[in-house]
């Protein structure tokens, strides 16, 4: 719990809006596309320009998915997509989610009859703040790649499809994940993505950040630069959100102790009932021994003692 609420005192301790909130209220508008190209362009490693931001599944489905995720849809100057969503609190099929997201853009962004080279790339950007999976670092990426099973080689495109399709690899051509497990960064950021995760992290941009997008971040985030109305309206979501951490992590807390609880009662009656079943069992066989011996006593042939007793002769024949 002390946790959580550490977490929560630093989300009000920061000079700069959170990253949700700006994709919610404030990276939309055109004119601050520069922070989202930054940091795209420096998770993809790729200059990238929004050409313009596209509908995406919110808007806003529950309470709860109200401050636990938003997500954005953007295009790019190439035409492709690239979906950012942020979540707050646990899922257990976030991966499956990941998934049924590119697959649904794959198939909602191509016209019925098109043909299938008219299949749009897809990017797949998470930001989380629960532990999602095991692993140990901080970014992960994942693309589809085809090895062959018996030589261990890489299926390549032939000159043909790079020159139609523009791209170099099969890879290319799927959708890509990436997944920023930001709460798990807790050391000092020595390249531009890690200036990038320690701002998603902590909600601060240090005056020596130079990654692409944290300048313009820097200058167009800060809370200063908020209505009254608006810093009323942030601050509630953030009460909301450590409101979540805190109720998720006192239900887990309360099911883990609730377990435990049940668990021992239920080995204690097992106990019981076991001991009992034993004895039953126990007391069975015994009473079969001495009904064989006294068979044995009068000369009753081994097979048909066996055959009344269910006892094995070997076991007859050590009475």
């Given at each position: 719990?002390?946790?959580?609420?550490?977490?929560?005192?630093?989300?009000?301790?920061?000079?700069?809006?959170?990253?949700?909130?700006?994709?919610?209220?404030?990276?939309?508008?055109?004119?601050?596309?520069?922070?989202?190209?930054?940091?795209?362009?420096?998770?993809?490693?790729?200059?990238?320009?929004?050409?313009?931001?596209?509908?995406?599944?919110?808007?806003?489905?529950?309470?709860?998915?109200?401050?636990?995720?938003?997500?954005?849809?953007?295009?790019?100057?190439?035409?492709?997509?690239?979906?950012?969503?942020?979540?707050?609190?646990?899922?257990?099929?976030?991966?499956?989610?990941?998934?049924?997201?590119?697959?649904?853009?794959?198939?909602?962004?191509?016209?019925?009859?098109?043909?299938?080279?008219?299949?749009?790339?897809?990017?797949?950007?998470?930001?989380?703040?629960?532990?999602?999976?095991?692993?140990?670092?901080?970014?992960?990426?994942?693309?589809?790649?085809?090895?062959?099973?018996?030589?261990?080689?890489?299926?390549?495109?032939?000159?043909?499809?790079?020159?139609?399709?523009?791209?170099?690899?099969?890879?290319?051509?799927?959708?890509?994940?990436?997944?920023?497990?930001?709460?798990?960064?807790?050391?000092?950021?020595?390249?531009?993505?890690?200036?990038?995760?320690?701002?998603?992290?902590?909600?601060?941009?240090?005056d020596s950040a130079t990654a692409p997008g944290l300048t313009e971040a820097r200058e167009r985030l800060k809370?200063?630069?908020m209505t009254k109305a608006e810093l009323e309206a942030y601050y509630r979501h953030l009460d909301n959100i450590?409101?979540?951490?805190?109720?998720?992590?006192?239900?887990?807390?309360?099911?883990?102790?609730?377990?435990?609880?049940?668990?021992?009662?239920?080995?204690?009656?097992?106990?019981?009932?076991?001991?009992?079943?034993?004895?039953?069992?126990?007391?069975?066989?015994?009473?079969?021994?001495?009904?064989?011996?006294?068979?044995?006593?009068?000369?009753?042939?081994?097979?048909?003692?066996?055959?009344?007793?269910?006892?094995?002769?070997?076991?007859?024949?050590?009475?």
């Amino acid at each position: 719990m002390k946790q959580d609420n550490k977490k929560g005192d630093e989300l009000m301790s920061s000079n700069y809006i959170r990253f949700d909130w700006a994709m919610k209220r404030l990276l939309r508008n055109k004119a601050n596309f520069a922070v989202l190209e930054g940091f795209l362009t420096t998770l993809l490693n790729e200059k990238i320009i929004i050409r313009k931001l596209l509908e995406s599944e919110s808007n806003q489905e529950d309470e709860f998915d109200k401050y636990n995720r938003v997500d954005m849809l953007a295009e790019n100057s190439k035409g492709e997509l690239i979906l950012i969503e942020v979540q707050n609190n646990n899922e257990y099929a976030y991966f499956q989610r990941m998934l049924f997201g590119t697959s649904k853009l794959v198939t909602e962004y191509i016209n019925r009859g098109e043909g299938y080279y008219k299949v749009r790339k897809v990017y797949s950007v998470n930001i989380v703040y629960f532990s999602l999976g095991s692993g140990k670092d901080t970014v992960y990426h994942g693309k589809t790649e085809f090895r062959g099973i018996h030589q261990g080689d890489m299926l390549e495109l032939t000159p043909f499809q790079k020159q139609t399709f523009k791209v170099d690899t099969v890879s290319q051509l799927y959708p890509e994940y990436y997944i920023l497990k930001v709460n798990d960064f807790n050391q000092v950021a020595k390249s531009p993505l890690e200036e990038w995760i320690y701002y998603l992290n902590t909600g601060d941009i240090p005056d020596s950040a130079t990654a692409p997008g944290l300048t313009e971040a820097r200058e167009r985030l800060k809370l200063d630069k908020m209505t009254k109305a608006e810093l009323e309206a942030y601050y509630r979501h953030l009460d909301n959100i450590v409101i979540l951490k805190d109720n998720i992590f006192t239900e887990r807390a309360e099911g883990r102790a609730e377990g435990r609880e049940e668990g021992r009662a239920e080995g204690h009656a097992e106990g019981r009932v076991e001991g009992r079943v034993e004895g039953i069992n126990e007391g069975r066989l015994e009473e079969k021994r001495e009904t064989a011996s006294n068979m044995k006593t009068l000369n009753i042939p081994l097979d048909v003692i066996s055959q009344v007793t269910g006892l094995s002769i070997e076991e007859i024949k050590a009475l």
